[in-house]
């Protein structure tokens, strides 16, 4: 898969694009050569087009009043005249610019950051999800195989090739009891698939309420996006909010799949690729299961 779309699916350039539009707009305060207007604008676009391709599930709200406030700036940068109130105009829009730049940037990267897990441990773990989790047969060993085989830890994997959220209902089925931890990874084949995300949003709401019970810790993998889907992020968002999901932020998928070493076909999982998923799910699970032994497999995120 082209690592460019990889980076932006991650949802890591917002970062830069945010540094970017934020040093734009501290030397556009700073200066009044006219000459540097141009390359200033160059600038600040690109910065907003980085952001607009990390797709933070913000709210429709909150990105249109960035979009108003970036454009209002952009406007009074440009603005050659000196009176009172367009002075006040500039002031207040960069203003409002830099404290919305700060804000949600900060609250994006609370967001990137390893889930945080408690509750009862557990020997086993349960997986739901997709063919990336279920695997391609005899090609390569699924990652929950690797887990068992480098933990100890028994791993009931429900996952099916092709698996979608409505199917999620059919495998939950399955989940008992005493199946205390669950981890799901499912939605690649809704977003693929171009279901709506209203579908997705009433299927994804209905699995996770049947999953729900004080004594079940549940821990989903966000999607990575690209802008047309970002609706789907905030669905995960708003869903695991209300039912006490943890997610595991997008840029982890998105390190395990990157590479032609880790893929078949950019998306399904090798050998290397499941060792990959392994060292990402076990140190995020740790707190939460009772590993017999310690993990081998060599840890690859940060």
Not at 94 to 103: E, K
């Amino acid at each position: 898969m082209n690592p460019l779309l990889l980076y932006f699916a991650s949802g890591e350039s917002l970062y830069p694009g945010a540094v970017l539009v934020l040093v734009t707009v501290v030397t556009s305060q700073c200066t009044r050569r006219r000459w540097l207007n141009p390359l200033l604008n160059i600038a600040a676009w690109l910065g907003l087009v980085m952001m607009v391709m990390a797709c933070p599930p913000f709210g429709w709200s909150v990105d249109a009043i960035f979009g108003a406030s970036f454009l209002l700036w952009l406007v009074e940068k440009s603005s050659t005249s000196q009176n009172r109130i367009r002075r006040r105009l500039r002031k207040i829009s960069v203003s409002v610019l830099f404290v919305l730049l700060v804000a949600l940037t900060t609250v994006e990267f609370l967001h990137r950051r390893e889930p945080s897990l408690r509750g009862e441990a557990s020997d086993h773990l349960v997986v739901i999800g997709d063919s990336i989790s279920a695997g391609l047969g005899t090609r390569a060993r699924s990652w929950p195989d690797v887990m068992h085989e480098a933990t100890g830890v028994t791993v009931k994997n429900l996952s099916w090739a092709g698996a979608t959220v409505a199917d999620g209902m059919v495998l939950v089925g399955r989940v008992g009891p005493d199946d205390h931890v669950v981890l799901i990874e499912l939605g690649g084949n809704d977003l693929l698939g171009g279901e709506a995300p209203e579908v997705f949003s009433r299927g994804l709401e209905a699995l996770l309420a049947k999953l729900a019970a004080p004594e079940r810790s549940l821990v989903m993998f966000e999607l990575p996006l690209l802008p047309p889907d970002v609706a789907y992020g905030r669905i995960q968002r708003r869903l695991a909010a209300k039912y006490g999901v943890s997610l595991i932020p997008k840029r982890f998928l998105i390190q395990v799949i990157s590479g032609s070493d880790a893929t078949f076909d950019g998306l399904h999982l090798t050998d290397v690729g499941a060792r990959r998923m392994t060292s990402v799910v076990v140190p995020i699970l740790s707190p939460i299961l009772k590993t017999k032994f310690p993990a081998t497999v060599p840890a690859t995120h940060p």
